[in-house]
């Protein structure tokens, strides 16, 4: 075979693979964008914690099912256990606690806003640690934290209500638990992947959360409405463990700049799709804040692509 054709098979190849990912990262946006109207649906019947508990549950059915399909399915090595952990404790079990939390009081759409402040917090961790974060960084996070107050002034939520303040800090108290989770990740030394550690993580929160569920909602539950069960079997199979694969190997395939900004894709469509199925009004107020996060987030990710 000439030089030339092989040449001409890799671009082939390479090109094909970029479809593969770009559709893949189309499929991770719908999920997690669908997301927050359809367990705002749920929550109308189940309980937070309960759903988080019940979602964590089918979410150690279906990635054990996704790894076995694959053949890697893998005990943890002893190393990637503090990883297990911390995912398992944070990005999961505090993460979905806290997201249900929230969304029992607050908007979907204005929830899944707030949650996606992730990036946002990962600049001061950095901070923590000496890393140089610059100036477009320092920048996005001053613009993304103005659109928070914006989304959480007294004149765009109700401050007389605890029940509505609680919902707004649980949500950014959900971000905030995230980026806890990812700045660990990001130091780890895997020995494992991240797909392969998945259901063992989802296994750690569905424990904590049954505990926890037992204790806070002793006489709670995940309900028994049609649309109940329909929203637990979509969040916890597919825009859990599927998602989370398709996210996986987009950011494996597609450089960290594309991936990071196609995902702010997310928390628009959760704001378009709130609007259009829960008839939750689109403000200007809402507005002005969303798209100050995501302008923040924006340039967080441009300077963290420049560093």
């Known amino acids: 075979m000439s030089f030339e054709a092989v040449e001409e098979a890799r671009a082939l190849a390479h090109a094909r693979a970029r479809r593969r990912a770009l559709l893949l990262l189309v499929l991770a946006v719908s999920c997690f964008g669908t997301l927050w109207p359809v367990s705002k649906i749920a929550l109308r019947d189940a309980t937070p914690i309960w759903f988080a508990a019940a979602r964590a549950g089918l979410g150690v059915a ?20 503090p990883i297990v952990f911390s995912i398992g404790v944070l990005q999961l079990t505090s993460f979905f606690a806290f997201m249900n939390l929230g969304l ?25 640690t000496g890393e140089r974060i610059g100036r477009l960084r320092a920048i996005g996070v001053i613009v993304g934290l103005g659109g928070v107050a ?19 800090a649980c949500l950014l108290l959900a971000a905030l638990v ?30 904590l959360l049954a505990l926890l569920a037992a204790v806070a909602e002793p006489t709670g539950g995940i309900g028994r409405q049609r649309s109940t069960l329909l929203a637990l079997f979509y969040v916890g ?23 990071s900004l196609g995902f702010l894709a997310a928390p628009v469509l959760g704001m378009l799709l709130s609007t259009l199925w829960l008839g939750e009004p689109l403000t200007v107020g809402l507005l002005a804040g969303a798209a ?5 987030l924006v340039l967080v990710a441009l300077g963290s692509a420049r560093s």
């Not at 029992?104 to 923590?128: E, N």
């Not at 765009?156 to 029940?163: F, K, L, P, V, Y």
């Not at 199979?237 to 991936?259: D, E, F, K, N, Q």
Request: aromatic share 10%; net charge positive.
């Open 237 to 259: 199979v597919v825009a859990g463990p599927l998602a989370t694969w398709a996210a996986t190997s987009v950011a494996r395939a597609l450089p960290t700049l594309t991936t």
């Open 150 to 168: 914006l989304l959480c002034n007294p004149l765009a939520i109700d401050w007389t209500s605890g029940e509505v303040l609680g919902g707004n």
């Open 178 to 207: 995230w980026s806890l989770a990812i700045f660990h990740a990001r130091r780890h030394l895997w020995q494992r992947s991240p797909l392969e550690l998945l259901p063992w993580q989802f296994l750690v929160a569905s424990v």
């Open 62 to 81: 279906a990635s054990l099912a996704l790894l076995a399909a694959f053949g890697r399915l893998r005990l943890p090595r002893r190393a990637d256990l």
């Open 104 to 128: 029992r009081y607050v908007p979907a759409g204005r929830s899944s806003v707030l949650a996606y402040t992730t990036t946002l917090w990962l600049v001061p961790l950095a901070l923590l």
């Open 292 to 296: 100050l996060i995501l302008l923040g």
